[in-house]
């Protein structure tokens, strides 16, 4: 008997690992697995939710006119050089679905993001991953050097998630210089809002600079609408042209936009809970360098430890304490922890001193 057989590349095909959830008992576990804001929606967000959900019956804007508009006034850029899809994820696979293909090749650091190389196979392109240089860094002169005639997209993401650091301003430019007019250049900046670095690139600067240049941003992390999917992208006309030419139609909720306008509207209110965010970073840091960890620069909401070969025990670990701290393995490269609340942080601080190592 035959059956509809998938393509071969799915074969080979990495599978997205969600951040664990933990079972829900008497005592809830702390999340710190999904690098998600702790903090719930602001009052104004939900009513502007409510709202619109009494609209769910009729299609949303398909072209998302009044978010993209937003959007544009917010960054200082024409409405037509701003893309939005659902969640920053989507974003990225339009774009490799507008400038990949069969035989294309898709350059980016490694340890990223892990979406990177399933977007970059569905498309049917291949992946180049380009090891991280020293602090867990992006090593932009290999990455330079991994670019072919047949690359068409290089990824770039600062801050690097898992790791924490962010890509300078400097090495940025040096970068942008040496790399061919011709390869789409997509700098995820997902993490923005939590940088601090001075030093650390700021896309939005340099989109008249590079027309080659495409910025993607999320509204899950910073914002806290990781439940509703918004992210975007800026870039020169023509790209992000080609970017909404690929994106599913429809696939920004009304729910979705709503919230992401309301959000825009309390900015004042949601850069304070990001201020709280940084802090409790930096304290995070702190406390976990005193113990004796090695924590690379972070500029995200997470921290990184490069457990190795024991990241699944120390997860495990974590998992077993009281109330159970829920972290983000990488087997064989290390441990991402997200930021939580302070009382969260206080937890995950004791719970970990218990471990026996340190790496």
């Not at 009052?43 to 502007?48: G, H, L, N, Q």
């Not at 120390?314 to 939580?340: N, Q």
Request: charged share 20%; glycine share 8%.
């Amino acid at each position: 008997m035959t059956h509809p057989v998938p393509r071969e590349a799915l074969r080979a095909l990495p599978r997205y690992v969600p951040g664990a959830r933990g079972e829900i008992g008497a005592t809830p576990p702390i999340k710190l697995s999904s690098n998600e804001n702790p903090f719930g929606p602001l009052p104004s967000v939900r009513d502007a939710v409510a709202t619109a959900s009494a609209s769910i019956h009729r299609y949303p804007d398909m072209f998302s006119v009044e978010l993209t508009e937003a959007l544009a006034k917010r960054h200082g850029v024409a409405a037509e050089r701003v893309a939005v899809g659902a969640g920053s994820v989507a974003v990225l696979g339009h774009a490799l679905q507008a400038f990949c293909g069969e035989g294309a090749e898709v350059v980016y650091g490694w340890r990223s993001f892990e979406a990177y190389p399933i977007l970059t196979m569905l498309v049917g392109a291949t992946a180049v991953q380009v090891p991280l240089g020293v602090e867990a860094r992006h090593d932009l002169p290999a990455m330079v050097g991994a670019v072919t005639e047949a690359t068409t997209v290089v990824l770039l993401c600062s801050p690097n998630n898992p790791t924490g650091p962010t890509i300078e301003t400097d090495e940025f430019e040096a970068f942008m210089a040496a790399v061919p007019t011709r390869v789409l250049v997509i700098l995820d900046e997902a993490y923005g809002e939590f940088v601090r670095d001075p030093s650390a690139v700021r896309g939005g600067e340099y989109l008249d600079r590079y027309p080659n240049l495409v910025v993607a941003r999320t509204f899950s992390k910073a914002y806290g609408l990781a439940g509703l999917r918004v992210g975007y992208a800026l870039g020169d006309p023509d790209v992000i042209a080609a970017i909404r030419a690929a994106t599913t139609p429809f696939s920004l909720s009304v729910v979705a936009q709503a919230a992401a306008l309301a959000s825009l509207e309390v900015e004042k209110e949601l850069t304070e809970r990001v201020d709280t965010l940084v802090a409790e970073r930096e304290r995070l840091v702190t406390a976990l360098r005193e113990d004796g960890w090695t924590i690379p620069d972070t500029q995200g909401n997470f921290v990184w430890i490069a457990a190795r070969d024991a990241a699944n025990e120390l997860a495990e670990h974590l998992s077993a304490a009281t109330p159970s701290i829920l972290v983000r393995s990488f087997s064989g490269d290390g441990v991402r922890i997200t930021v939580g609340s302070r009382e969260e942080n206080d937890a995950l601080l004791g719970a970990i001193a218990g471990y026996p190592d340190r790496f």
